[in-house]
């Protein structure tokens, strides 16, 4: 497992009607390997966050490979998933994440309505 330490510290606007201002994202992303599919999911997990919670967000990158009794443990049933820990409710996606729209409304940093 690795983790994506959080940007420096600082005031940021509040991103999605579940975050405060200052609410750290826990996002945990699980994959197998270096595959390119789970690489991209990677990439276009870090460049969203970088862009809609700068500093507050960190991910836990879990390879399957070596934890495998964690995808029976957390229900993992694909990889690439990002699992959005915090804060509640627990969101679950599925795929490489380079559907931009998608990935924001999955994780609640957009409404469907195209709102922030």
């Known amino acids: 497992m690795t983790e994506t330490p959080t940007a420096g510290p600082g005031p940021a606007p509040a991103a999605g009607p579940d975050a405060g201002p200052q609410e750290i994202w826990d996002l945990r992303l699980y994959v197998t390997g270096r595959s390119a599919t789970c690489q991209r999911a990677a990439d276009n997990l870090q460049r969203i966050c970088e862009q809609y919670l700068p500093g507050r ?19 993992i049933l694909a990889v690439p998933t990002v699992v959005r820990m915090l804060p509640a409710p627990v969101r679950t996606l599925v795929g490489d994440l380079s559907d931009t729209e998608r990935l924001l409304v999955g994780l609640q940093l957009k409404t469907a309505g195209g709102g922030t």
Not at 57 to 75: K, S
Request: aromatic fraction near 6%; proline fraction near 5%.
């Open 57 to 75: 967000y960190r991910i836990e990158v879990v390879d399957l490979l070596e934890n495998p009794r964690l995808a029976a443990e957390d229900q």
